[in-house]
C-alpha cells in the first residue's frame, strides 16, 4: 500500500462540510481528510451509534468543536430540510457537502423485489437529490459551494445483480451534471466521485471470496483501494484546487474500467 498522501492542513480552514454518511467507510475517511485540511465538519447518518463513534474517534485527533454531527434520513425531506437548516445555522453557514450516504442490494431484473428496488433508489439517487437541494439553497445565498457526489464505476460498467444499485448511481451521474448546470452561474461547482471498489465496512459485507479474487484479477493495480485513496480526491474537489471543474465523473478504481477483459495477457503468458 502506497503512503497516504500528505494533508495539506491550511487550504479549508474556516470551511464547513456537510458529510452524508460520515458515520462510516468512505464518508468517514472524507471527514479525516477534510479535517486534516482545515474544515470543520459535519457527520450526518441514519445510524446514531456509529455516528457517536465517529463522533468521538475525530474529535480526539482533530478537537470536538470541529466536529458536530446530524441524524439525517437522507430519503425524508422533512428529515434532510431540519438538519441541513440546523447544521447551517448552528456554524457559519455550509460551504462543502459530500453526498456519500448509500446502501446497496443484490438482485437481478428478474428477481429484484419492487421494495428492495425502491429502498436504494431512495438512498442513493433521491437522498442525494434532496440533500444537494437542501445545501445549495444555503450556498446560493453567499454565491460559494463545493458538491461532490459519491457515484460509482457500476453507474457505468454493471455487475450481474446489481440493477437497483447500478440504476441509482448511473443516476447520480445524471443528477451531477444537472446540478452542475444549474448551480454553475452561482459559484458552486458540482461533481462526482466514481470510486471502484474499495475496502469498506460495505463490501466487506458483500463481497465473498469469489468476488474478492476476481476483482483483484480485473484491477491492473491489482488490489482494492483504500477509503482514504477515495477522501483524498474528495477534497481536491471539496478544494479551490479544483475551483474550475464541474459537471465532472472522476474515477478512483486502480484502472479497472480502463482495462479490457484481456488486459492482462502480458502478466499471464499466453502460449504463442
Ligand atoms: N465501498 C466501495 O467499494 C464503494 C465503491 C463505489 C461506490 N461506493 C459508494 O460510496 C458511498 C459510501 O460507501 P461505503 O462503502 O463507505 O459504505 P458504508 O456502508 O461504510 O457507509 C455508508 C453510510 O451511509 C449511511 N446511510 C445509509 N442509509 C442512510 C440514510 N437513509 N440516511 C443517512 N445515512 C445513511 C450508513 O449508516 C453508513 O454510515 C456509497 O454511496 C457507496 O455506494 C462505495
Redesign the pocket.
Known sequence: MPDAAAPNTTRLNGRVAFI??????????SARRLLADGAQVVL????AS??TAAQAELAASFGAERVRTAA?????PASVTEAVDRAASDGGGLHILV??????YQGSVLDNPFDAWQRVL???LT?SYLVTQAVARHMVARRYGRIVL?????GQQVWSGRVA?SSS?AGVVGLMKSCAIDLAPHGITVNAV??????????A?LHNEVVRAAVVNATPMAR??A?DE?ADVVAFLASDDARFVTGHELIVDGGLTSAAILYDLARNPQPR
Do not use: H
Not at 470510486?195 to 465496512?201: E, R
Open positions: 452524508t454518511g460520515g458515520a462510516s467507510g468512505l464518508g468517514l475517511a450526518a447518518d441514519v445510524n456509529a455516528l439525517i434520513d437522507v430519503g425524508e453526498n456519500s450516504a448509500g446502501i446497496s431512495r438512498v442513493n437522498g459519491m457515484a460509482s464505476i457500476s444499485y448511481k466514481s470510486p471502484g471498489p474499495i475496502a469498506t465496512p460495505q463490501t459485507a482494492y483501494g477509503p477515495v
